[in-house]
């Protein structure tokens, strides 16, 4: 199966980092007494289930593309996962997407209810913002704080799911479509990047590589994930397809077909690859990553 | 009509205050063009509707109890109070409190639709965090978005609504009543008056003093709260009456009866003067809001 595990030389790495993540985050939920079980159980349950983490794997990969030791950035890559996760579960209730299915699992309100869905979310995102403000070196937990809040606000990650369900869709184009992604998809892919740079201490220079690189990378990462959508495998995807047609999603595949979609994954790797090359040796993995995207099958 | 304004002689400080934070909140909230149209309404009409600012106020009336500039604060108090009204609106959706009146309007999800409401919340919940970590004092700043985060997270703000709407209340104590209110509403009266004191520089001890005034503040209030749903005028108080008990949730009046929950009203008042006398005349707007509390009818 090929997935987004990266290949060697830098498989170990990749290993390692997964390990880790999963580690900080099942250490960041581990509430005090204030935090009713059910609601505990639940904001686990979202968060801690089978996922990529192929946003805070970012966060580490940018850390160590720009000399950053890794573990520093561990609270962040933890909080950008978060958003990510509070995100879906609010996306796919009732009142919004109305998925039942995520990650291979029933979604939170199917699995909960619809009310402690709602409150996981909003205490997920609370909680993101706590690790960033408390757990991240004091020099730069403010300007984190700032950009994951900008990433994750109404001009990006939450009105471009606003934009996205208006779907007023008649006669939009592709510049449209890559609109709503940009802020639906591409914002949470830049912050990533820019708060693994911002821990290492990365100049502007390199901030302003890593956000090209996400910008591309997020945008092949939504392609890709609109052509699952149409051809992909259920039981690989581990949610159910073909829905974004059905409710007369804008796709892709559907704007400007299978094939040319794919071309377009091809370009958007390229440019992803070429805005980090300045980085040197450091950033192999990051194009490495972006090359597997093509493979892609869940 | 007997409100929570200030009277003479400091109703000249307080109107201003409100102002103040009427303007600044307006003002945070015109969003850019990626912000989708009716998010960006719904934002505005769940914020800037009619309110008490209770929790902003307290920033400002903090900050200058302590020796601060209350304009150095404003960002602070808007963003408690976006907090505020993100967590009213996600409360009054038909899954969590199914409420269709707030502040004598529509509820969010009423005025535009429950999709809308869930993601207002989220939007300003980021926002809030957006404006304390890139509009207050740099070095106020991460302490300012940690102590937000935790009252807003799971194991207060959140966590207080979570435990509320499990409600089995059977055997249920004051205590029990307490704890929950403590995170429910004390938290973030907690906060306002912290973050107001933090940004005046204040010492520890004046923190504490702050704390302890804003526990039992955020408590007497609750039972206000409680009673005014049992006997106040909607008409004033401007949200539907007598819910709580139809629903079954636990109020002060139904377990220590209306009498009692007066009298701990009073020495909860008592209680929050107390607790600020030591910072002096400064403090005295704080003494007087508390005293207000006790002829509340909205």
Do not use: W
Request: proline fraction near 4%; glycine fraction near 8%; hydrophobic fraction near 45%.
């Amino acid at each position: 199966m090929a997935t987004l595990e990266s290949s060697a030389p830098h498989q170990a790495e990749a290993q390692h980092d997964l390990a880790a993540i999963n580690q900080a985050l099942d250490e960041s939920l581990r509430l005090g007494p204030g935090c009713p079980d059910r609601l505990g159980q639940a904001m686990r349950y979202v968060v801690l289930g089978p996922g990529k983490r192929l946003r805070p794997r970012l966060v580490l990969m940018a850390c160590r593309a720009c000399g950053g030791d890794p573990a520093a950035a561990l609270p962040a890559a933890c909080a950008v996962e978060m958003i990510h996760a509070y995100s879906l579960a609010h996306d796919d209730l009732p009142a919004m997407d109305d998925d039942d299915l995520r990650r291979g699992r029933p979604t939170c309100h199917i699995e909960f209810d619809e009310a402690t869905a709602i409150l996981v979310g909003d205490a997920l995102q609370a909680r993101a913002f706590e690790l960033l403000a408390t757990r991240v070196a004091p020099e730069h937990a403010a300007r984190c704080c700032g950009e994951l809040a900008q990433a994750a606000g109404a001009e990006k990650l939450v009105g471009g799911q606003a934009a996205d369900l208006c779907g007023a869709f008649d006669g939009a184009t592709v510049d449209d479509l890559r609109a709503i992604h940009a802020r639906k998809t591409g914002a949470m892919f830049i912050v990533s990047l820019r708060l693994g740079g911002i821990l290492a201490g990365a100049s502007e220079e390199q901030l302003t590589r890593l956000t090209d690189y996400a910008r591309s990378l997020g945008l092949a990462f939504q392609v890709t994930d609109d052509l699952l959508d149409v051809s992909g495998d259920q039981q690989s995807v581990g949610k159910r397809l073909g829905k974004d047609a059905d409710r007369g999603k804008l796709t892709y595949p559907e704007l400007m077909g299978v094939d040319q979609s794919r071309q377009l994954v091809v370009e958007l790797i390229d440019a992803a690859a070429a805005a980090v090359q300045p980085l040197g040796d450091a950033a192999a993995p990051l194009v490495e990553l972006a090359r597997k995207l093509q493979n892609r099958d869940r």
